[in-house]
């Protein structure tokens, strides 16, 4: 009976990874803030979140491949960063959307996006082109890895409101390395 509890819990877990209603329910800034919540508990990893006040001003289809940028992102950094802190950036600026997810691990080059098996950073520099924007990643001089998505604001058919201000949210780690 553990088990077959085990193995529900974990099937919500992954349809509600897969398309969490709080994404229609509650938007993309919610989403990505329980996300992001998740994942510390899970990984021990503590995650500060920079995500404007509002949600951006963005069709359903760019805040799905959003969410699913810092999912994929996230996943990297468990795999590969050995990092204990993470920063999760989203603002608007004139006419783009930016989103920024750093780490303070052990980096990686920008070759990485085009080596056999890179499918996750393949997925996220597609899932970018597709709303007419572009993925980078890199290292920090300081050391840790970035992804940087550019959205036009264009592409969502709306207005690019002016620069929000970022509040910042630190959530709690119940586990460490």
């Avoid at 349809?15 to 800034?29: I, S």
Wanted: charged content about 20%; hydrophobic content about 40%; proline content about 5%.
């Amino acid at each position: 009976l553990e088990m077959v509890d085990d193995t529900v819990a974990t099937v919500r877990r992954i349809a509600t990874e897969l398309r969490p209603l709080m994404l229609d329910d509650l938007g993309l800034n919610a989403a990505i803030e329980w996300l992001a919540d998740s994942w510390s508990r899970r990984m021990g990893v503590a995650v500060t979140l920079h995500l404007g006040a509002a949600d951006p001003a963005i069709h359903d289809a760019g805040s799905i491949a959003l969410y699913r940028m810092v999912q994929e992102a996230l996943t990297n950094i468990a795999r590969h960063a050995q990092a204990t802190q993470v920063c999760i950036e989203m603002q608007q600026t004139g006419g783009e959307l930016q989103l920024n997810v750093m780490d303070n691990g052990i980096g990686f080059d920008e070759a990485s996006i085009y080596r056999e098996g890179s499918y996750g950073l393949a997925g996220m520099r597609e899932r970018a082109l597709m709303l007419g924007g572009k993925l980078g990643i890199g290292s920090s001089p300081k050391g840790g890895g970035r992804v940087t998505v550019h959205l036009p604001m264009r592409s969502a058919g709306v207005p690019a409101p002016a620069t929000q201000p970022l509040p910042e949210r630190e959530l709690p780690s119940k586990r460490t390395r």
